[in-house]
């Protein structure tokens, strides 16, 4: 079958799976997931599926905002230097956050949400927003409280040192879901064969049912596409010199986005400006050691402009694709078949494709 996450430009080819290939799907953090695997002999499908359950709710548990008793919730409703203690899964999103956070100069800010608010910019972007816009004094209002580094960990807790400040791992946590299934289909399972999807993040190891690598297809960010109607612009093949695994992230800002006195402002804040993004790349897929990584680092790269999350990428050897408009293409313009768009890859990016010969 053809897999495509809903709001992502990732797609999943693995079709004419056999029997021996399992596939489960479902609802998690606010999205679907989509796994399929080989099932070992012997091995107890219905354990297996128990598992994945079981470490998802303990994923939601820890870092959900939508679940008032778990550990961020708990942690965002404290005041400052009053200490939680945090969970190992906390702990590994909260240290990859802060590697991202540090390495992008702040485009990566789990605690940018005060500023999201402001800006009115929940699911959707609005040009009546732009005509009206939070004054500045709002805007220096919130970016007050986006501070992650007053956010500290000391062992197996933190502890906030200014008042007000939140945190939230929504741009991290699929990401991290994703790894974690991963490790629980390989390390507990000992399964080598296995695609996972959360959201349109992705990590595979092995080959498909047809004994052929995984292939990540990227999309053209044509405004409208959805599952059954989209443009393929490229194929990323998993390496085989690489552990045999692939770790893929992709971030969109075309879904989210409008043209206001002739500039294409994105829904993404870049909380070292606290406004919104202004010529940043309509989508951007980053491949990393883990999904957390790569997820992380999709979100900051859309949080740029595109130039200097072009320069940004290729200073920290990032694998990255940045889909943008043909140079021939006028700000504005419809953009509504995969002509109107271009590539632009790192060089690590061009050389994980190229292993891949894809």
């Not at 957390?292 to 694998?319: F, R, S, V």
Request: charged letters at 20%; proline letters at 4%.
């Amino acid at each position: 079958m053809s897999i495509i996450a809903i709001g992502s430009v990732l797609s999943i080819s693995a079709c004419q799976q056999k029997p021996d290939y399992n596939n489960l799907n479902g609802e998690t953090m606010g999205t679907s997931y989509h796994i399929s695997y080989q099932l070992p002999k012997g091995a107890d499908e219905a354990a297996i599926q128990v598992a994945i359950a079981k470490r998802l709710q303990d994923i939601n548990d820890s870092m959900s905002t939508y679940q008032a008793d778990s550990t961020i919730s708990n942690f965002n409703q404290l005041g400052k230097d009053t200490p939680i203690t945090i969970d190992a899964d906390f702990s590994h999103v909260l240290e990859a956050s802060r590697q991202v956070y540090e390495l992008s100069g702040g485009a990566f800010d789990p605690t940018v949400m005060p500023l999201i608010e402001t800006w009115g910019f929940g699911s959707t972007m609005t040009v009546e927003r732009l005509q009206s816009p939070p004054t500045a004094f709002e805007i220096a209002q919130a970016k007050a409280l986006v501070d992650f580094k007053s956010v500290i960990q000391k062992e197996q807790s933190i502890y906030k040192t200014k008042d007000g400040v939140e945190l939230d791992f929504s741009a991290v946590a699929k990401g991290y879901g994703v790894d974690v299934i991963a490790d629980v289909l390989r390390d507990d399972y000992q399964i080598r064969n296995y695609m996972v999807e959360i959201g349109g993040e992705v990590a595979t190891s092995g080959v498909s049912a047809q004994q052929q690598p995984w292939q990540i297809a990227i999309d053209a960010p044509i405004e409208g596409s959805t599952v059954s109607a989209r443009q393929t612009m490229a194929v990323i093949r998993q390496p085989i010199n690489n552990g045999n695994t692939m770790h893929l992230a992709t971030s969109g800002n075309y879904r989210n986005s409008v043209i206001f006195d002739g500039k294409h402002y994105s829904h993404t804040i870049d909380p070292t400006t606290g406004e919104p993004i202004v010529g940043g790349a309509p989508s951007v897929t980053v491949a990393a050691e883990s999904v957390a990584l790569a997820d992380a680092w999709a979100t900051a790269l859309t949080a740029m402009p595109y130039e200097k999350a072009l320069a940004t990428a290729k200073e920290h050897d990032i694998a990255a694709l940045f889909v943008i408009l043909a140079d021939n293409v006028k700000l504005g313009a419809a953009a509504d078949s995969v002509d109107d768009w271009q590539m632009v890859e790192t060089p690590a990016m061009k050389a994980l494709r190229a292993d891949k010969k894809s």
